[in-house]
């Protein structure tokens, strides 16, 4: 709590019952020691014990009563000991020092309690933007199931640009995932960008590449920073099953299917946001993709690199096309999308470091066994 002033008198979680407790401890605690020091020879030393009574104050009051409480203890030490001259200054100075030192500790702890309490706010307000921004996707998309995940690094740290979305276009399903460069709410505001472009321009541009650069150009009417950008990756798959992707610097999508793990080919691009940088225009196609015919029972993974750059204590980078491969060796298809992102970010966590584990999205469209795309009723 604070006064009048504006200074912490109490821990935020301290109240009246407890407060009331600590004073009457201590206040026992001076009369306690007196009557024992008056009843016993002066060289006992029983009021020796006088110089805990600032500490004692310091689990329930401020600096200015630790203090106040440091010149009672001392006074008392000085009634005690009048007849022992030689004993009185280094009995008080111990008392008034220890009185400073348990001031100085409340108040740092009462400043530390402060800037949590202020980050916990700030934090607060950005994982509701942040939540309101990443939107779970539809748990079915046509033929495919599918599950997003948004996996923090640290209590404090854990609003960052991560980002996915999925949308049923006439070109057929089209996801995209991100890493905006940077952390906070600027980081949270960024990615709602992107979402909004994609949402709009994902059902009206032919190939991920005008996408891609409609993404682009909308990002850069937003962006005041020159060095801010966003890696992507966008993938479209048709009706009949065959994929595309497009790579504006981001970690290629993987494709499980019968126990293995490959890299979905991508045609590649600049980040988002540093096309403007070149002489390439916006919207061009780029390098375009040979492409991957995907079939029932293959699984789709678009991820960001910060599950694929988890390291443990050696160093090494987290094997994610090795531990996913084991996944489905141990598990039987057909592959559920939320069981496979819950075991990813957990099998993650228990190889990393506790310094080495960054902010992860994961977005998975799992096909189940069915007839081929071709005769599909």
């Known amino acids: 709590m604070a006064d009048g002033d504006g200074q912490d008198s109490a821990p935020a979680t301290t109240g009246r019952g407890p407060r009331t407790a600590v004073l009457g401890t201590a206040l026992l605690l001076c009369v306690l020691v007196v009557v024992l020091q008056l009843s016993t020879p002066p060289s006992s030393h029983i009021a020796s014990v006088l110089v805990a009574v600032p500490a004692v104050i310091a689990f329930g009051f401020g600096p200015p ?27 008080i100075g111990t008392t008034v020092v220890i009185g400073v030192i348990a001031a100085l500790s409340c108040f740092v702890v009462r400043r530390g309690e402060r800037e949590s309490a202020r980050l916990r706010k700030v934090v607060s307000v950005a994982e509701t933007a942040q939540r309101a921004v990443l939107r779970p ?34 070109f057929g399903v ?27 321009a994902a059902y009206e541009e032919e190939t991920l590449g005008h ?24 993938v479209q798959i048709a009706p009949d099953g065959h994929t595309e992707a497009y790579s504006c610097g981001h970690p290629p999508a993987l494709v499980l299917r019968d126990g293995t793990t490959r890299e979905l080919p991508a045609g590649t691009g600049l980040p988002l946001g540093l096309r403007a940088l070149t002489s390439a225009p916006a919207d061009t196609d780029g390098p375009r993709s040979a492409g991957t015919l995907l079939r029932p029972g293959d699984t789709l993974l678009l991820y960001t690199d910060g599950i694929a750059e988890t390291r443990n204590e050696a160093g090494a980078f987290y094997p994610l096309a ?7 060796r141990e598990r039987p298809a057909p592959v559920d999308p939320q069981h496979l992102l819950a075991w990813l970010q957990e099998d993650a966590q228990d190889y990393s470091c506790a310094d080495t584990y960054d902010d992860a999205a ?5 096909w189940p066994p069915g007839p081929e795309p071709g005769h599909l009723p």
């Open 322 to 328: 090795g531990r996913l491969t084991a996944y489905q």
């Open 362 to 366: 994961l977005l998975a469209l799992a």
């Open 174 to 200: 089209r996801a995209l995932i991100g890493d905006v460069r940077g952390k906070g709410l600027d980081a949270v505001s960024t990615a709602s960008v992107v979402l909004g472009s994609f949402h709009e």
């Open 137 to 170: 996707p539809p748990e079915t998309l046509r033929h495919f199931r599918t599950a997003a995940s948004y996996l923090a690094a640290a209590q404090y740290a854990r609003i960052g640009g991560d980002l996915y979305a999925v949308a049923d276009t006439a």
């Open 65 to 91: 009563v630790i203090i106040g409480s440091a010149v009672v203890a001392a006074g008392c030490r000085w009634l005690l000991l009048p007849t022992e001259p030689q004993r009185i200054g280094s009995a």
């Open 211 to 234: 996408l891609a650069g409609r993404l682009d150009t909308g990002l850069n009417r937003f962006l005041r920073d020159d060095e801010a950008f966003v890696t992507a990756l966008l």
